[in-house]
Structure formats: C-alpha cells, structure tokens
C-alpha cells in the first residue's frame, strides 16, 4: 500500500493493517520528513486518544492529515503506532 499526498509518496507499506476501513501504516514506513507533529488529540471509545501529524510538502500544509494511537486501548494494540491518513491523502495499491 501506498500513501500519496501532492503526487508524493509519504508512506509505502506491505504490512499495513485495516480497521474500520483505514489503512494503517507501520511508523518505520512514512517518510517523517513531510510529517509535523500536531497538538491535536481525538478521543475513540474502543480505540483510545489518537494523536496527530499535519503533512507539509513543498511549504502547503494539510493540517491533521494522519493519525495515530501511540498508547491504545487493549482492542486495538495491533495498531499501536500505526499511522493512518485521510483529508486528501491517497491510499492505494
């Protein structure tokens, strides 16, 4: 799986895990360059607090872009740093 933003690869994974329809990528697999941390955090009841990256490319910045669970609940511990995209990111094979 690939994750494109602008025609830029920010993610390439064969180990991606889908939960809820998302794709979920290991950390190891983004390219953090393009990834701001965000002081945004988000609350799922099964999941736990999800926290976020904003993707900057070429100066544009698409805010809260990617999320992820750094300490989630027991149910979801299989994607326990695994970085998942919306907002106009691409996820494709």
Same mark, same amino acid.
């Given at each position: 799986?690939?994750?494109?933003?602008?025609?830029?690869?920010?993610? %390439? +994974? &064969? *180990? =991606?895990?889908?939960? %809820?329809?998302?794709? @979920?990528?290991?950390? *190891? &697999?983004?390219?953090? %360059?393009?990834?701001?941390?965000?002081? =945004? /955090? /988000?609350?799922?009841?099964?999941?736990?607090?999800?926290? @976020?990256? +904003? $993707?900057?490319?070429? @100066?544009?910045?698409? =805010? *809260?872009?990617?999320?992820?669970?750094?300490?989630?609940?027991?149910?979801?511990?299989? $994607?326990?740093? @695994?970085?998942?995209?919306?907002?106009?990111? %691409?996820? =494709?094979?």
């Amino acid at each position: 799986m690939k994750a494109k933003w602008k025609g830029i690869d920010i993610a %390439e +994974s &064969s *180990d =991606t895990v889908v939960v %809820e329809g998302n794709h @979920y990528f290991p950390p *190891d &697999s983004l390219k953090m %360059e393009y990834m701001v941390p965000s002081q =945004t /955090t /988000t609350s799922c009841p099964w999941k736990g607090v999800a926290k @976020y990256y +904003s $993707i900057n490319i070429d @100066y544009e910045l698409n =805010t *809260d872009a990617a999320w992820y669970y750094p300490s989630p609940k027991e149910d979801a511990m299989n $994607i326990k740093g @695994y970085v998942a995209f919306w907002r106009g990111v %691409e996820v =494709t094979e």
